[in-house]
Structure formats: C-alpha cells, structure tokens
C-alpha cells in the first residue's frame, strides 16, 4: 500500500499558474504509475496526467496539453504537477493517484491508491 499527500492548491486567477505536489511513503516500488486526476463538483472524476517511474513516459487528456506538465523527482518519492494558464474549467478537486505498471494509465481502475485531494480554484 502507497500512502499519498497531496498539496499546493489553492485560488488563483484565470491565466495563473499552481503547482501540486504529491509525496507518496509506503510499498513505493509496487506502484511505479502515478496519476494526477480531478473531480470538479457534479461531474465524474477524469484523468489528467500521469507518469511512469519504471518505463519514463508521460500521458495527458487532451484538454491540459501544453498546458500541464507532470514530472517526478524519485529520491523525494514526489510526483508534481506544473499548471500553467489555468482556465476557469480546470477548477476542480484534484487528486494523486498510485498505480501498477500498465499501459492505460488514463483508466482509473488501474490506480489503487489515492490522496486526499487539493482543491483548485480559477476564478475568471
């Protein structure tokens, strides 16, 4: 089991950056997929990027890329998530995931672990 904390949410305006951070403890090495996914209010929780530590690759929706980079610094067991000219839409819950080694990293079902989420706010 992977325990997951997340932080660095908070309100910022439209055009503004954040960035999320997401340090993980715990049986690390089993879950080399971490996923960064956000629930806005009313809506199902959706992929937003995630990277792999055993293979070196990277994966975002459509909507956050050249927007959103996703990066890992494996001494800190942390995952970060750079957002860049934030739009109202991406307000949202997000949360950091942990994950098996697999090659649909966008499923959910593929992530068995999560944090408690942080709350990003982009006002217009």
């Known amino acids: 089991q992977v325990q997951l904390a997340e932080s660095g949410g908070g309100l910022v305006q439209a055009g503004g950056s954040l960035r999320l951070s997401c340090a993980a403890s715990?049986?690390?090495?089993?879950?080399?997929?971490r996923g960064w996914f956000r629930q806005a209010p009313g809506k199902e929780r959706e992929f937003v990027a995630a990277?792999?530590?055993?293979?070196?690759?990277?994966h975002y929706t459509d909507p956050v890329k050249g927007r959103f980079t996703i990066s890992s610094d494996n001494d800190k067991n942390t995952v970060y998530l750079q957002m860049d000219s934030l739009l109202p839409e991406d307000t949202a819950v997000y949360y950091c995931?942990?994950?098996?080694?697999?090659?649909?990293?966008?499923?959910?079902?593929?992530?068995?672990?999560w944090g408690q989420g942080t709350q990003v706010t982009v006002a217009s």
């Open positions: 995931a942990a994950g098996r080694r697999c090659s649909t990293p966008f499923a959910i079902d593929n992530y068995d672990d």
């Open positions: 715990g049986s690390t090495f089993s879950r080399p997929t």
């Open positions: 990277v792999s530590w055993s293979d070196g690759w990277t």
